[in-house]
């Protein structure tokens, strides 16, 4: 997609709503390896609206699905990728600029994989930004980025450790749980016991004193 080369203004107005406002690229390996992130658009408004977004740089960025439509209330979040192999810019110098307008059109949308060499989607969202003569708002999304600290070897092994006695910890906590579950089951079923012998023996023993009073009044008689 062309990109302009002045600096691209904000519209005073500007309908979609936008999250983040601001764009963070955050990794070990910034600068090293593709780092993600992630721009929700929602269209809040009871119509439906095509959108485009550019970037500053398109050997710095890659946009998984540069145009598209929103429907009434519709809500997607677009991919943002930082491409590898060039110096980390200084934050909030680059930035994407989402633009917007307003259409009556009922295109369909195709998805391609990212970073395909053929259009991401079929022609129809792409001629309808070719054939609109201005676009209806702009706001850029300006990019900080952070590269966070490696660990060493050191430290991933103690982190291992660490992970390791956690969950040794756990198991034993289980087993300590399982344990008493079972000891507690054990000392129940033995007072269930004790409580079925006992009523033996009572029901022995009245059945006893039964038979001497039946004895006793026998030799009465």
Same mark, same amino acid.
């Given at each position: 997609m062309a990109e302009k080369k002045k600096e691209e203004k904000d519209s005073e107005v500007f309908v979609l709503k936008l999250n983040p406002e601001t764009i963070l690229f955050s990794s070990? &390996?910034?600068?090293?390896?593709t780092t993600s992130a992630t721009l929700k658009l929602t269209n809040p408004t009871?119509?439906? $609206? #095509? +959108? @485009? /977004?550019?970037?500053? &740089?398109?050997?710095? +960025?890659? %946009? @998984?699905?540069?145009?598209?439509?929103?429907?009434?209330d519709e809500i997607t979040? $677009? #991919?943002?990728?930082?491409?590898?192999?060039?110096? %980390?810019?200084?934050?909030?110098?680059? *930035? +994407? #600029?989402? *633009? *917007?307008? !307003?259409?009556? &059109?009922?295109?369909? /949308?195709? +998805?391609?994989?990212?970073?395909?060499?053929?259009?991401?989607?079929? !022609?129809?969202?792409?001629?309808l930004w070719k054939n609109a003569k201005k676009h209806d708002g702009v706001k850029r999304v300006f990019i900080t980025f952070e590269k966070l600290?490696?660990?060493?070897? !050191?430290?991933?092994?103690?982190?291992d450790k660490?992970?390791?006695?956690?969950?040794?910890?756990?198991?034993?906590?289980k087993k300590e749980k399982a344990d008493k579950k079972d000891d507690c089951e054990k000392q129940n079923t033995e007072e269930k016991k004790d409580t079925t012998?006992?009523? @033996?023996?009572?029901?022995?023993?009245?059945? !006893?004193?039964k038979k001497e009073e039946k004895k006793d009044d026998e030799e009465k008689k």
């Open positions: 070990s &390996s910034l600068g090293d390896e009871k119509e439906k $609206i #095509a +959108f @485009k /977004i550019k970037c500053t &740089s398109n050997e710095m +960025f890659k %946009i @998984k699905v540069p145009v598209g439509l929103l429907k009434p979040e $677009i #991919a943002l990728f930082h491409t590898p192999g060039k110096p %980390i810019p200084e934050n909030l110098k680059q *930035y +994407f #600029a989402v *633009y *917007y307008v !307003k259409t009556d &059109s009922d295109v369909s /949308i195709t +998805f391609k994989p990212l970073f395909s060499h053929t259009s991401l989607l079929q !022609k129809p969202v792409r001629e600290p490696k660990k060493d070897k !050191k430290e991933e092994k103690k982190g660490e992970d390791k006695k956690e969950k040794d910890d756990k198991k034993d906590d012998e006992e009523k @033996k023996e009572e029901k022995k023993e009245d059945e !006893k004193e």
